[in-house]
């Protein structure tokens, strides 16, 4: 019943019925990760995809000069790498457990097998990972355009809406980013993020409470 309650909220597998859901469901088994565990390597041949239970897992990717870019932060109810095995193809990126984790994994043979015998469910899943890869590009290009404070600013506010919790001063971000991880997300230098976070705090933009980042209730950020 633990993994059928995970899958039903994915939106992976929105579109599927109940009867859909209970077959995938039947697929997974549950692992435990500990803090800086690495889930998957980048390169790494794509054999799994794997479903957040609890817990936060980092994305990374290193670039061919070994450059880091964090891509993300999954928490509870997401799933990671199901564009690889879709795709027949290597994980693009690494993923690691920044806190204990508990992740449902379904192997990638089980999956075809399952599409195989109910072309439904493959149907319904590919719609799914096309609204995923519509939403990803469009956020890709909202950035493309911007300028670092702008990207920051935009960065901020993505993270305090996937992980944020309400307090009296704003929306304070549960992740424990360092400057050096927001500059690899943005792509500038970590100088660069000291100087326009402290712009912001002076601008009212934001507030460090508690070691946490606040967004303030009213953003006044420039966008």
């Excluded at 995970?6 to 088994?29: G, N, P, T, W, Y």
């Excluded at 997401?78 to 290597?90: C, S």
């Excluded at 901020?156 to 997300?185: C, F, N, W, Y």
Aim: proline share 2%; net charge neutral.
């Amino acid at each position: 019943m633990g993994n059928l309650v995970c899958i039903r909220k994915l939106s992976l597998f929105a579109d599927l019925d109940e009867e859909e859901l209970q077959r995938v469901a039947r697929l997974a088994e549950k692992r435990h990760y500990q803090k800086d565990q690495t889930i998957f390597w980048q390169g790494d041949s794509a054999h799994r995809i794997y479903i957040v239970n609890t817990g936060l897992v980092k994305m990374v990717k290193l670039s061919e000069t070994g450059k880091e870019f964090i891509l993300g932060f999954a928490k509870a109810d997401q799933v990671l790498g199901e564009d690889a095995v879709f795709g027949d193809e290597a994980y693009s990126f690494s993923a690691i457990a920044m806190d204990e984790c508990c992740v449902t994994v379904c192997s990638k043979e089980d999956l075809e097998k399952l599409f195989l015998t109910n072309p439904s469910i493959a149907m319904k899943v590919i719609y799914s990972l096309s609204r995923k890869l519509h939403q990803s590009t469009e956020q890709i290009n909202s950035l493309a355009f911007q300028t670092a404070r702008e990207r920051l600013v935009s960065t901020l506010r993505q993270m305090a809406k996937e992980h944020g919790v309400p307090t009296e001063r704003g929306l304070a971000i549960q992740v424990p980013l360092t400057h050096q991880d927001i500059a690899s997300i943005i792509n500038v230098s970590r100088p660069t993020v000291t100087n326009l976070l402290l712009q912001l705090r002076h601008e009212g933009v934001l507030e460090i409470v508690n070691h946490r980042m606040v967004l303030p209730n009213k953003d006044q950020a420039a966008s």
